[in-house]
């Protein structure tokens, strides 16, 4: 069964947050590592435009969040929590936040993104040159590298596409060199 059938089926055929039934899509829950059901949620154009671009969030649109964050779907759990944490300035959001329960590993995807944090408590993934850096970046390799239990060495100049951050260390993340899901020191890597 194919993603988007998986969410269909999941969500009854509406937007996992808000229950519209137009203009549904896939949207992944960053950051991810393999994009199955279990890091996406089945959501309208009009959720992903206001989660993509805060600056034209509708408070009143986000009540639907008082029913959406008891789903059983826990990515749609983490969104839940992520909006009521950008809206808490609202009042009340911070009633329902108050009232929600995440698990230790939900919450800290919850938290991954810096959602509802202080900049300075935020992880903060940077490159060797002080670039910041975020889930699906292409980033080069600036230093050849001894894989370890791989039995190879990546190469300096290696593109790596489509990497994903270490939630809990600012000084890792993922990626694919070789065909094999690495873990690579982020001062050893450039933005491209």
């Known amino acids: 069964m194919s993603l988007e059938n998986t969410l269909t089926t999941r969500s009854g055929g509406q937007c996992e947050l808000c229950k519209a039934s137009e203009g549904l899509s ?19 154009a009009q959720c992903v435009g206001q989660i993509e671009h805060t600056e034209t969030m509708d408070a009143n649109h986000w009540r639907c969040l008082n029913d959406s964050m008891w789903s059983p779907s826990i990515p749609v759990q983490v ?30 995807w919850a938290k991954a993104l810096g959602d ?6 935020k992880v903060q993934h940077r490159d060797s040159n002080g670039v910041v850096l975020t889930a699906g970046d292409t980033v080069v ?13 990546a190469k300096r100049g290696t593109a790596v596409r489509g990497i994903s951050l270490v939630q809990d260390n600012a000084e890792q993340i993922e990626g694919r060199v070789n065909g094999q899901q690495i873990v690579i020191l982020t001062q050893f890597v450039k933005k491209s």
């Open 79 to 108: 969104l839940a929590w992520r909006l009521l944490n950008r809206l808490s300035g609202e009042g009340w959001p911070q009633d329902l936040l108050d009232l929600m329960y995440l698990d230790d590993d939900s919450l800290l």
């Open 116 to 121: 509802g944090l202080s900049d300075d408590l």
């Open 141 to 153: 390799l600036i230093k050849d590298l001894t894989v370890k239990g791989a039995n190879f060495t």
């Open 26 to 44: 896939v949207y992944a829950i960053q950051p991810q590592s393999n994009g199955g059901p279990d890091q996406s949620a089945y959501l309208c």
